[in-house]
T-cell receptor
Framework: QQPVQSPQAVILREGEDAVINCSSS?????VHWYRQKHGEAPVFLMI?????EQMRHEKISASFNEKKQQSSLYLTASQLSYSGTYFC??????????FGPGTRLSVLP | DAGVIQSPRHEVTEMGQEVTLRCKPI?????LFWYRQTMMRGLELLIY????????DSGMPEDRFSAKMPNASFSTLKIQPSEPRDSAVYFC?????????????FGPGTRLTVL
């Protein structure tokens, strides 16, 4: 079952913050975050493991709440280069690795 | 490092034809993944190899699809016969350890159009 991402899309001004959420109905082993720009391949951002620490990639950080079966991606002081579609991917017991539907982020000058 | 290499970058074929997509992972990586991306279905994991052995192929849509990894530096994804609904961008990715713990590097993708 595909994880749910919210919001589906978000528009920001440069310098603003955003949060993207990823939730699952299943207990998760790990959550992966990727960013994909239009016409390009996805680029891996980070993995959050069960029992692991909050991760960071430049000014982007993420947390993993095992009890709530969800992860959140925090984009701080967004830059134009942050624009793209953000995907979470989840692994859980008895289920393949599966990507969420994506959150489209647009950062405007 | 050249990164993950995929060929061809674009493929246009007619329904019923055989299609072979190729991937060369980053040297030293021991895990390889094939993904498919469409607007309707999003990004789907098709198959995952570790040390050239298929570990999880449950994402392969049907028997028309097959994947091989004869050695650590080469993998193929074959569709026979192809159908219009197979039209998509196919990505190959590799990583240096198992998928739980290391970065996956994606190739540029192969855009497949089946007429």
């Amino acid at each position: 079952q595909q994880p749910v991402q919210s919001p589906q899309a978000v528009i920001l001004r440069e310098g603003e913050d955003a949060v993207i959420n990823c939730s699952s109905s299943k207990a998760l082993y790990s959550v992966h975050w990727y960013r994909q720009k239009h016409g390009e391949a996805p680029v891996f951002l980070m993995i959050l493991l069960k029992g692991g620490e909050q991760m960071r990639h430049e000014k982007i950080s993420a947390s993993f709440n095992e009890k709530k079966q969800q992860s959140s991606l925090y984009l701080t002081a967004s830059q134009l280069s942050y624009s793209g579609t953000y995907f979470c991917g989840t692994e859980s017991h008895g289920q393949n690795f599966v990507f969420g539907p994506g959150t489209r982020l647009s950062v405007l000058p | 490092d050249a990164g993950v290499i995929q060929s061809p970058r674009h493929e246009v074929t007619e329904m019923g034809q055989e299609v072979t997509l190729r991937c060369k992972p980053i040297s030293g990586h021991n895990s390889l993944f094939w993904y498919r991306q469409t607007m309707m279905r999003g990004l789907e994991l098709l198959i995952y190899f570790n040390n050239n052995v298929p570990i999880d192929d449950s994402g392969m849509p049907e028997d028309r699809f097959s994947a091989k990894m004869p050695n650590a530096s080469f993998s193929t994804l074959k569709i026979q016969p192809s159908e219009p609904r197979d039209s998509a961008v196919y990505f190959c990715a590799s990583s240096s350890r198992d998928r739980d713990t290391d970065t996956q590097y994606f190739g540029p993708g192969t855009r497949l159009t089946v007429l």
